[in-house]
């Protein structure tokens, strides 16, 4: 019995301080961001162990969105990662119907090459691509990167959506195709809307891999500036010694920003999707 | 509707599944299958960038790229430190992320944010964290150097001394920057799995005594067991072959080159296509021959549990 009070206490020590160990070594980093990209670059060589700073300032905002062109980043990133999510959607949706409902030839099939896409290196795809694309002349246009995305998200999606999908009832389906209802209305007037959340979830997963990813876009866009994404943009510009690290710290949080808001605001979004589902039985 | 047993009905059902799903085949196959098998092919011959046009489904087949990426000095130390960066990060996520777990399992007041917060690396964009990893390691202005009796070149130093052994620094650091990053991915899995485990068996340990880790040992991880090499697989395959994160840390310096990012450099500045589908088809091989032993090493271990 002794022993079992030791861990017992041992325990009750231990996990408020794995607790709190968990918290700061993620939240710190991020705060430590945040605090760096209001304060002028003087401050940080003077004092580079101060965390919080002393005079605020967003001149450090105004110069990485204007003077470093992180304005025409953001909007590469939104063209890519806005077009991705739509164009995933509307393959996906279709796609995932017909692996939820319809019995066709090679359905079984399909469930590998989703897993073999999903778990597939990225590096070596990035070799014909990059040469195609090279071939094709299309390196530095943003629609190729889009493209790659799509493909990357699409079997991954569809994936998620079929899980959903199947949750259907069928009853409702087949009442709606009792009414007149065409598969396809069916599908846009009875499945789509009852399945809001995993749409969020959806094109959510589509959005942070767009708006994230670095290789492809490095690969393709390196030598256009004027079409750099914000993730390479930054990454571009983190070399250079001309920039103040305060001022990319701003990037850094231009580019982080969008994504955080993006995942709570839909978690929560998910949560509440779920339980409205759970109450109607 | 399907109850019908008319045979067209289930011939209109399999056209329209197979228009449906078209898109997403069309797309897989242009955008990625297509391009692998052009990837194996290009690996089989003298490709560069200037005499590609020449190449073609009937070209000179070769294992001269083969033979050249496997004698380079660089390979096979790049090689040991994918692998170890692989198994170390791999490993110290999944440890990270199960204490993580148990420590989050019951509730606390500000569980929320503590589970949100933890949850941001995972969900940043890749180039943000390593930008911040890189400036709070930096060893002139760095805030973990200010913390320090000495500063550490974290990123750019090979080897170190640490109590007296010899120690790689750059690698360790690259290595921590993914348990990092990762440890919220097996966080997830395995709060999810937790939280779905039925409370009798653990109540039904309490009551015949069982102290806190001995309720770990044989209720919990037994439970958690499956959940954790699926975790392990996952992670393995994904770090094995990852790209972004030591590129953008060290740029493959001071010791932390893995076989991928040598493929991005024989691809643009050595400009040697060829060499770089034979390197990437190298590391894939060693990836599936890797899989194969550890998932008969587990398939065996599975069994002796039962």
């Avoid at chain 2, 204490?99 to 969900?123: E, H, M, N, Q, W």
């Avoid at chain 2, 589908?277 to 032993?293: E, G, K, M, R």
Wanted: aromatic share 12%; glycine share 6%; with cysteine.
């Amino acid at each position: 019995m002794s022993r079992d009070r030791f861990e017992r206490g041992l325990l009750r020590v231990l996990r408020p301080v794995v607790i709190l160990a968990l918290f700061l070594a993620t939240a710190f980093p991020f705060l430590y961001m945040v605090t760096l990209s209001v304060r002028d670059i003087q401050e940080l060589i003077l004092d580079p162990g101060s965390i919080w700073p002393e005079r605020f300032t967003l001149d450090t905002y105004v110069d990485v969105l204007t003077k470093q062109g992180f304005l025409t980043f953001m909007r590469n990133s939104a063209i890519v990662a806005v077009a991705s999510v739509a164009v995933t959607l509307l393959i996906s949706i279709p796609g995932a119907y017909a692996v939820a409902r319809l019995r066709f030839f090679g359905r079984r099939q399909v469930h590998f090459l989703f897993l073999a896409v999903y778990l597939f290196p990225a590096i070596v795809l990035a070799i014909p691509l990059f040469v195609l694309f090279t071939m094709l002349g299309l390196r530095g246009s943003l629609a190729s990167l889009i493209l790659v995305y799509i493909a990357q998200t699409v079997p991954v999606t569809v994936y998620m959506l079929r899980n959903y999908f199947e949750t259907v009832p069928r009853s409702v389906e087949e009442a709606a195709a009792i009414d007149g209802c065409t598969r396809l209305s069916t599908i846009w007037r009875v499945v789509l809307p009852l399945s809001k959340p995993a749409l969020m979830a959806t094109g959510l997963y589509a959005f942070m891999i767009a708006w994230n990813e670095f290789l492809f876009a490095l690969l393709f866009l390196v030598e256009k500036r004027e079409s750099w994404t914000v993730s390479l943009g930054l990454s571009q510009l983190a070399g250079s010694i001309e920039i103040p690290t305060t001022v990319l710290m701003a990037g850094s949080v231009v580019l982080t920003l969008p994504i955080v808001i993006v995942f709570f605001a839909s978690e929560r979004l998910l949560t509440e999707g779920l339980t409205a589902g759970a109450e109607k039985g | 509707m399907s109850r019908t047993p008319a045979r067209t009905l289930r011939q209109q059902e399999g056209r329209a599944g197979l228009s449906l799903i078209s898109p997403t085949l069309v797309i897989t196959l242009v955008v990625v299958v297509l391009p692998l098998l052009w990837a194996i092919m290009l690996a089989f011959q003298d490709a560069r960038l200037i005499n590609i046009r020449r190449t073609g489904i009937f070209g000179h087949y070769t294992l001269e790229n083969f033979g050249y990426v496997v004698s380079e000095p660089g390979f096979w130390s790049s090689l040991v430190n994918t692998l170890v960066y692989t198994v170390a990060g791999t490993g110290l996520s999944i440890v990270i992320g199960l204490v993580a777990a148990l420590a989050l399992r019951d509730r606390f007041r500000g569980r929320t944010l503590v589970r949100a917060s933890i949850l941001i690396p995972y969900v940043a964009p890749v180039v943000a964290v390593a930008f911040l990893w890189e400036t709070m390691l930096n060893p002139q202005y760095g805030i973990v150097n200010t913390w320090l009796r000495e500063p550490i070149a974290f990123l750019t130093q090979a080897k170190g001394e640490f109590l007296g052994v010899q120690v790689p620094v750059a690698l360790l650091t690259v290595i921590a920057f993914e348990a990092w990053r990762y440890f919220p991915f097996a966080f997830l899995f395995i709060l999810a799995r937790l939280q779905a485990l039925p409370g009798e068996l653990d109540e039904a340990a309490v009551v015949d005594g069982a102290t806190p880790t001995q309720r770990f040992r044989y209720v919990i991880m037994p439970q958690l067991w499956r959940t954790v090499a699926l975790l392990a697989v996952l992670r393995f395959v994904f770090t094995f072959t990852k790209f972004d994160d030591v590129y953008l840390l060290t740029g493959g310096g001071a010791g932390t080159e893995v076989v991928s990012v040598r493929v991005y450099n024989f691809l643009t500045s050595r400009d040697d296509i060829g060499a770089a589908a034979a390197q990437a088809l190298v590391l894939a091989v060693f990836l599936v021959v890797f899989l194969a032993i550890y998932l008969r090493f587990f398939a065996g271990g599975e069994r002796e549990q039962r």
